[in-house]
């Protein structure tokens, strides 16, 4: 099926739950004959910015060559949705601004809850102080003013992130009105 | 129209002539409704490379990126054309490997040639030596071994050129056969 690009960001402290909505989104979508893309933020880091620090300037960097990439998927009929925690309300509103059918989705969740998932241990070695500059613990996040979705990861199920995320895609057309699984047209 | 991504891989000295056969073969793939990008070495550079130097060690880095922004591409169905120097045999094998669909084209002039037509004023600056390393001159061209096309372009036009790849690509199946502006079929 074809489909109208778009990119979804995905901006949120590191555990909020940003890549793992987008992997419900990924299914939903791909079940419609999307095409759709995770640009992830340490896949990335891997791929494109070996080398960088976690230094605001290295990070403005990363987050323009992801910024990059993603558009030159979405102009092309992909649905690319980049996680990253982009704690920097700045370079994400650059990025929106070169970039057609860009969306914002906010994956809130307090800092205690994403401390208390530490799915990769990286909390626990900032408060240890091994790991240096860590956003939420001595590095700022900056959260959106307008975001276009806002996912509160505490309050909801990852499914009903998901289908917020989706909803707000289906109003404004950036893709096909599909049955989901709770049976809404 | 959909189509089968695929990466077309040029290499060859600079002035050689990547860039101007993939805006030829961007024109004739557009007409027939393809998806293409051209990642040219200049526009990737800035983008996705700022801040690397040109010694063995960057180039290799920067080519393994522009493969992986290919494949992410050529992966969603679009055709792309990366156009850049890639001077480095394992380098280079090293993204066909990793890359479904991979056509490696040698864009294939005499080094006189090049120099004469230094259409960016890089030889003349790499002749004086305010470039160092630069590929031809004072930093090696490891040929293609065994290139799915060579384009010699200081015998053959751009349309010839672009007319050989395309052809290929059509016998590959990668892009339906359509009308050329020869009338061939």
Redesign the interface.
Known sequence: MLNKGVTLWFTGLSGSGKTTIARAIERRLKASGC?V?ILDGDIVRT??S??LTFSKEDRD?NI??VG??AN??SR???IVMVAAISPYREIRDEVRSMTENFMEVYVNAPLEVCESRDVKGLYAKARAGTIKGFTGIDDPYEEPLDADVTCYTALESVEESAAKVVAQMESLGLVPVVQSVNGRQ
């Open positions: 095409r893309e791929n494109l070996k080398g960097i323009r060559r990059f990439v030159l998927l092309n009929g992909v």
